[in-house]
C-alpha cells in the first residue's frame, strides 16, 4: 500500500519540473539519487540600436596656405603642366569635397609651381595650368616634382600652390607638400595637414589628395 505522504510528496516534485532517477554507484554501494531540472530557454539578445538617420559623415575643411609672389592669372586650361620640362615625373589625383564629404563637381583647380631647379616661370605659363574636377569631384594632374630654392638663409620644402573655386563655395588659396622632404622642419608656411600621401609608380611619383570647400 503507498504511504500517502509519499504521493504527495512525488505529486509536489513532478508539479515543480523535477525529474528522480536512481543510479547504482560503480562500487557496487546503495543507489545514488540525481535531480535533473527542467530545461529553461535563455533570453533574446537584445536587438543593436541602429545608427541614427541624422547622423552624418564629415570632412575637414583643408587649411589655407600662403600665395606667395608667383602667381600668375590666366593659366591655360589643362591637366598636364609638364611640356618638354625636366623632373621626375608626377602624378596628383584625389576629389574636391565639401564638408559633409559631398563632391563638388565641376570645381576648378589653378595649379602652378617652381621646375625640378626650383624657378618659376614668370614670363609664360610654363608648369601653369587650370584644370576642373569631373561630375563625381575626382581630379588628376600630371607635372614634375618641383626643386627648393632659398627663401632668406633657408630653402623652402617643395611644394604645389593650388586655387580651388566652386560656385556657392569659399576659394581657397593653398600648398601641397610632400612626405620627408629635409626642408619640412624649420620651414615657417608649412602646415602637417597638407603634406600628401606619396608612393612610388611606375617611373613616376604618385600622390594624394582630397580638397574640402567650405561655404
Known sequence: ????????????????GLLIGCQRSSSGGPPVTRTAYAAHPSPPLPTPTPPSPHATETCEVTAANIEGPFYKAGAPERARLVQRQRGVPLVVEGIVRDADCRPIPGAWLDVWHA???GGYDNDGFGLRGRLRADRVG?????????????N???YRPAHIHVKLFA????PLTTQLYFPEDPYNEGDPFIVDSLVMDVGQGRGRRQA?????LAR
Open 1 to 16: 500500500m503507498t504511504h500517502p505522504d509519499l504521493s504527495r510528496r512525488n505529486l509536489l516534485l513532478a508539479s515543480a
Open 115 to 117: 621646375d625640378h631647379e
Open 208 to 212: 594624394h589628395f582630397d580638397f574640402s
Open 152 to 154: 632668406g638663409p633657408t
Open 167 to 170: 560656385p556657392g563655395f569659399r
Open 138 to 150: 575626382r581630379y588628376r594632374l600630371e607635372t614634375i616634382v618641383p626643386g627648393h630654392y632659398l
